[in-house]
């Protein structure tokens, strides 16, 4: 859950810093409001490349922060350990992006540098953009295998399947190592066959 953002020099803001209580939040207004801000900041945080014409005119450097809260971080902190960096505290993961007219772009996550990829990949578990031209979920097949999967309670089922055709590929690629290595290539069995024309005449 998204705790707390601060967006600074993002196209027209200057600067705010929102924190959101737990349960559902709707985010209204009128056209021009900054809805739409504060969603390109979302989408920064998740991963999404970034053009240095976002920061806003006359200013040197956009900034970005947010504090997202998990009561149940372990995938978060899988693939934060996966990717060598720091894992939450108490579920909260900490971002943190800049990006300068100048200089190069910053990105930090738990307080420690990081790629656009390791954010990227954060941002594919933590949040999901659903609107005109942006279901990116449900453009991956591997994406719509689990929520068919999820919606039908097969998770566990397909956990125990998964084992088992990993050990039955596994035996077949030792049926194949042990079959080939008993076989003679080409030049071997020509030279057999030599020999053993030898030997019988």
């Not at 801000?37 to 991963?47: D, E, H, K, W, Y």
């Not at 053009?51 to 934060?80: C, H, M, S, W």
């Not at 397909?158 to 990993?166: D, F, I, M, P, T």
Request: aromatic letters at 6%; one cysteine or more; hydrophobic letters at 45%.
């Amino acid at each position: 859950m998204l705790q707390y953002i601060r967006i600074k020099n993002l196209a027209l803001l200057d600067e705010v810093r929102l924190e959101f209580d737990s349960g559902f939040t709707a985010v209204t207004g009128e056209t021009g409001a900054g809805k739409s801000v504060l969603l390109g900041a979302v989408s920064l945080l998740a991963g999404a490349r970034a053009d240095k014409a976002l920061v806003r005119q006359g200013e040197d450097q956009l900034e970005l922060e947010a504090a997202l809260y998990f009561a149940a971080p372990d995938t978060i902190n899988a693939l934060l350990d996966a990717a060598g960096l720091p894992l939450c505290e108490g579920g909260v993961l900490l971002l943190q992006r800049s990006i300068h007219r100048s200089k190069i772009p910053r990105l930090q996550i738990n307080g420690s540098m990081a790629t656009l990829a390791q954010l990227q990949s954060l941002g594919e578990s933590w949040i999901d953009f659903h609107g005109p031209g942006e279901p990116q979920k449900l453009f991956q097949e591997k994406r719509q295998l689990e929520m068919l999967d999820a919606y039908a309670g097969n998770l566990s089922q397909v956990e125990v399947y998964g084992a088992a055709h990993r050990e039955w590929q596994d035996a077949l690629k030792e049926i194949d190592t042990l079959e080939g290595s008993d076989r003679l290539d080409d030049d071997e069995l020509d030279f057999v066959r030599k020999q053993i024309a030898k030997i019988d005449a």
